[in-house]
């Protein structure tokens, strides 16, 4: 039933227009990300997706996930071993990962931002 719920707003959104959403929230977030102390946003390429990645000084990336996840915020985190190529030549070990989809809201990322903001300190 979800997956079909979900096919069908897929379908009443649009392709085009819930592409486009999507990049709109994740240069939100990444812009966000970016004004944030601390904060250092891991995304390369000319064109982005939706997965923002990024780490925060002073905290393990795997910690701020639970940390975040207490306040009713989920993230992942991604390590070297399933980006080898990627995060290895960068001297990455393990970054944060937000998943963004069409259906997340403007507020949403901003609850993220300033519950970010408060643990970065």
Excluded at 54 to 73: K, N, S
């Amino acid at each position: 039933l979800g997956l079909g719920r979900a096919a069908e707003y897929a379908l009443e959104v649009g392709q085009q227009e819930s592409s486009e959403r999507l990049m709109r929230l994740a240069a939100l977030a990444r812009e966000g990300l970016q004004s944030l102390p601390g904060v250092t946003v891991c995304d390369i390429g000319r064109k982005r997706g939706g997965i923002v990645t990024f780490t925060v000084e002073g905290w393990e990336p795997t910690a701020l996930r639970q940390a975040l996840f207490e306040r009713e915020i989920n993230i992942w985190t991604c390590t070297v071993r399933s980006a080898r190529l990627d995060m290895e030549a960068r001297g990455l070990e393990e970054v944060c990962r937000a998943s963004l989809h069409y259906y997340n809201t403007e507020d949403e990322i901003e609850e993220f931002l300033v519950t970010l903001r408060g643990l970065a300190r």
